[in-house]
């Protein structure tokens, strides 16, 4: 079945960074645009990055654009996101997932930006 796992959350200081990673299986990776997620306490699940399938196209939330760099390994099932300059309004917990027919949701890693 199709299955994602995050990882590379952690705690970090504002204006730090991290790279998350996101490996996938169960479907043909190369085929589907993919998104980051993330969803802070109390609120609604937001898309924050998306890629097409190829890589060739990428797009952002307003929130992290030019901070946040979405990419992806075909050859290896697997998608990045690299986090720079965080601020304590990104802390949420990230998932990843196809972008136009998601699936069941992993379990996500925490991001925490705090001094």
């Known amino acids: 079945q199709v299955q994602f796992v995050e990882s590379g959350g952690g705690l970090v200081q504002p204006g730090g960074s991290l790279r998350l990673s996101c490996a996938a299986s169960g479907f043909t990776f190369s085929s589907d645009a993919m998104a980051w997620y993330r969803q802070a306490p109390g609120k609604e699940r937001e898309s924050v990055a998306r890629?097409?399938?190829?890589?060739?196209?990428?797009s952002y939330a307003d929130s992290v654009k030019g901070r946040f760099t979405i990419s992806r390994d075909n050859a290896n099932n697997t998608m990045y996101l690299e986090m720079n300059s965080l601020k304590p309004e990104d802390t949420a917990v990230y998932y990843c997932?196809?972008?136009?027919?998601?699936?069941?949701w992993g379990q996500g890693t925490q991001v925490t930006v705090a001094s």
């Open positions: 997932n196809r972008q136009f027919t998601p699936a069941s």
């Open positions: 890629i097409t399938s190829a890589g060739s196209v990428r």
